[in-house]
């Protein structure tokens, strides 16, 4: 009987979330859609200068670290800050995930500044410019987090694949599953709201 299930759970990974897959593919397009997004709702690009006004006016609140989410150990104090409809975002899905399966998510990025995006370019030829454009990170707008798939069963995966996918179909996330680094880059809409 556990071999039945363990081949269930494989089909489902590699079969039944193509559709999900494909809408969270990476592409220049997909990071095009992001910064488009990030104009729309007129998401500034923080600067290092800046995040203490930003804190100050809760246009930045500190990350969550609880109901279903934890923090990477290695996110520097100073960047475990993001935007309040993003916080909503990981404390809704990270207690789905939770009551789901009995365990957290981890969150291993969320706001960057133009500047430390442009240290995080010299050793990771992966991250995105911090260059204003069609390719300039969405990290730089504090509505970004990366949540680790490292540690992730395939049944954990599918799920996420699934729900990713459903919300970015309603507009109100632009996700990412990356595979250079093992993470879903999620940038959460303004006008997000928890539909489960």
Not at 9 to 17: C, G, K, Q, W, Y
Not at 20 to 36: F, H, V
Not at 55 to 72: A, F, H, K, M
Not at 174 to 181: D, G, I, M, N, Y
Request: aromatic share 8%; charged share 25%; hydrophobic share 40%.
């Amino acid at each position: 009987m556990r071999i039945i299930y363990v081949l269930i759970l494989l089909v489902a990974t590699f079969v039944e979330p193509a559709n999900a897959i494909n809408i969270l593919q990476g592409s220049p397009e997909a990071l095009a859609r992001q910064n488009k997004l990030a104009d729309l709702e007129r998401l500034p690009r923080i600067r290092e200068k800046q995040i203490r006004a930003f804190q100050r006016s809760e246009l930045l609140v500190p990350l969550p670290n609880e109901q279903g989410v934890t923090i990477d150990y290695r996110l520097s104090t100073k960047y475990r800050w993001c935007r309040p409809k993003t916080k909503d975002f990981l404390i809704d899905i990270g207690s789905d995930f939770y009551r789901e399966f009995g365990k957290k998510i981890q969150v291993n990025s969320a706001i960057r500044t133009v500047e430390y995006q442009a240290r995080l370019i010299k050793r990771n030829g992966n991250a995105a410019s911090n260059k204003p454009g069609p390719r300039e990170s969405s990290h730089l707008t504090g509505a970004t987090i990366d949540i680790a798939k490292r540690g992730m069963s395939p049944e954990q995966l599918v799920w996420m694949r699934d729900r990713l996918a459903n919300l970015e179909r309603r507009g109100l996330i632009e996700a990412t599953e990356e595979f250079q680094q093992p993470v879903f880059h999620v940038m959460v809409s303004m006008k997000y709201q928890n539909i489960y």
